[in-house]
């Protein structure tokens, strides 16, 4: 109802301006036919000397009568106009609060979205005999609706890829000298019109290695120093792309990363990537918090 009730107003305001427009053309004839009948006053007055007295009276009193009638309609015009500007000022202020109303109905808090992500990295642990622990830091932010819908399976994915692919086993945790249980952080922080989430990890991050190999073969990449997180991001996110050996139920062969490339791009939004061999990874998608229409102007 509240989106019909805008659409309304935006139409009414549209008319509104279209009978502005109207009234200015109409005030420009009204300007053109005043200078005429001045210009005829003045004729009608040099002619006035060939009539009779009491005919040149009548023609200055009617002469002056329509002269007045013109005068009064121009100040008609005048307040008319004063009056529709102020009218189209105030819908215009009306349309921008519901217009604000309405997204403020649309958007919804970050926290709770965040947080269904627990049981997610929870039960990919388990089944892959990993212990792992996720924390979420959504800092009170508020998103569209739509772009929470548009995110979930790009950050379904990324979290399985932490769990699958990040997260190393107990013991190799343990003989790197980092804890036991495996640490994923979902993260978000305002920029503007857009959040930045970030999925960050401190497993073992991305082995460049392996992706130089398959990159080398595909023509994509040959030494490590073109590797990049720009271009690693870049190449881990091509169809099929994949340095696993295998597949699991929790991560595939390059099923995930190539999902969450063109579900980002179709919001207007970004990937970065940020990753330490043996240090983990953090990947961070570039977001707008809302789909609604934003004011623009046209030049």
Not at 43 to 71: M, V, W, Y
Not at 208 to 224: D, P
Not at 263 to 291: A, H, K, N, Q, Y
Request: net charge negative; proline share 3%.
């Amino acid at each position: 109802n509240l989106q019909s009730s805008v659409g309304e107003l935006v139409a009414i305001r549209l008319q509104q301006d279209d009978s502005l427009l109207q009234l200015k053309e109409l005030q420009l004839q009204m300007a053109e036919l005043t200078s005429q009948w001045r210009l005829l006053g003045s004729d009608i007055r040099e002619c006035r000397q060939f009539l009779p007295s009491r005919t040149a009276a009548k023609f200055d009193n009617k002469i002056s009568s329509f002269s007045g009638h013109i005068k009064q309609t121009e100040r008609q015009l005048f307040h008319l106009a004063h009056q529709i500007g102020s009218q189209t000022g105030k819908l215009s202020l009306l349309c921008d609060a519901m217009d604000n109303g309405l997204r403020a109905v649309r958007m919804m808090p970050l926290a709770p979205f965040l947080e269904s992500f627990r049981a997610v990295a929870r039960d990919a642990a388990r089944s892959l005999g990993k212990s792992v622990v996720l924390e979420c830091d959504d800092k009170g932010i508020e998103i569209d609706r739509l772009v929470l819908e548009h995110i979930r399976e790009p950050l379904l994915h990324l979290v399985r890829n932490s769990v699958g692919h990040g997260i190393e086993k107990s013991e190799r945790r343990l003989a790197a000298g980092k804890p036991e249980t495996g640490s994923i952080r979902l993260s978000a922080e305002l920029r503007g019109d857009y959040v930045n989430i970030a999925i960050s990890d401190d497993g073992a991050g991305f082995n460049r290695q392996k992706i130089l190999q398959k990159a080398n073969a595909l023509g994509m990449a040959r030494t490590l120093d073109e590797l990049t997180d720009e271009h690693l991001i870049d190449i881990v996110c091509r169809p099929g792309f994949s340095t696993a050996a295998g597949v699991d139920t929790v991560s595939g062969r390059g099923i995930g990363m190539d999902v969450v490339s063109p579900m980002i791009s179709e919001l207007g939004g970004t990937v970065g990537l940020e990753t330490f061999e043996g240090g983990g990874s953090c990947i961070t998608l570039r977001v707008p918090t809302s789909l609604a229409t934003t004011q623009g102007l046209i030049l």
